[in-house]
T-cell receptor, first 116, second 117 residues
């Protein structure tokens, strides 16, 4: 696609429920990143993929968080048993590749998650 | 230790004036990239400018320029001729390369810029 596409754009869920957030990167981009941004805060790294593998998942806050990527394209971020502190904007970004420090990452518009 | 530091939580600038947003970074990797992103109130992250650690010249993109001082480990963003539409949150980011073994981008806490008419 033309840009990074994320869905849903907004999600309100009850505490304890599971949620899935989807990211469709720019066509041809092999690297995919997930970040979390709480209200008024900076960006917190969660995980990145190179192809279908995740070399760095150090930012996942707990074992309730998991992510996968299939076919080198779409990625899903799953949050199990959601808690109120999970409320945030989840931003996905992609870049052409990870090698080379000049690879600019392009962001989607984010998925706004509210846990009530 | 903070890898990216933005010490100005908020800045004001008069329309048509220039403004400098500060960013300092910390890395032992000789190969790294520095980025600036703009986040308007609508929430999307917009790429503005990139500077590579080996680049000899300061990066420029239209009204944006990056004042890269490698020895001081600073990468300040300069916006010339500010416009009302420049009001937004600005994030500095770094991506290490050679030594760190990871290709994640690390973001600062941001500076909120307000352009006054």
């Amino acid at each position: 696609g033309a840009g990074v596409s994320q869905s849903p754009s907004n999600k309100v869920t009850e505490k304890g429920k599971d949620v899935e957030l989807r990211c469709d990167p720019i066509s041809g981009h092999t690297a995919l990143y997930w970040y979390r941004q709480s209200l008024g805060q900076g960006l917190e790294f969660l995980i990145y993929f190179q192809g279908n593998s995740a070399p760095d998942k150090s930012g996942l806050p707990s074992d309730r968080f998991s992510a996968e990527r299939t076919g080198g394209s779409v990625s899903t971020l799953t949050i199990q048993r959601t808690q109120q502190e999970d409320s945030a904007v989840y931003l996905c970004a992609s870049s052409l590749r990870t090698g080379g420090t000049g690879n600019t990452i392009y962001f989607g518009e984010g998925s706004w998650l509210t846990v009530v | 230790a903070q890898k990216i530091t933005q010490t100005q939580p908020g800045m004001f600038v008069q329309e048509k004036e220039a403004v400098t947003l500060d960013c300092t970074y910390d890395t032992s990797d000789p190969s790294y990239g520095l980025f600036w992103y703009k986040q308007p109130s609508s929430g999307e992250m917009i790429f503005l400018i990139y500077q590579g650690s080996y680049d000899q010249q300061n990066a420029t993109e239209g009204r944006y320029s990056l004042n890269f001082q490698k020895a001081r480990k600073s990468a300040n963003l300069v916006i010339s001729a500010s416009q009302l539409g420049d009001s937004a949150m600005y994030f500095c980011a770094m991506r290490e390369g050679l030594i760190s073994g990871t290709y994640k981008y690390i973001f600062g806490t941001g500076t909120r810029l307000k352009v006054l008419a």
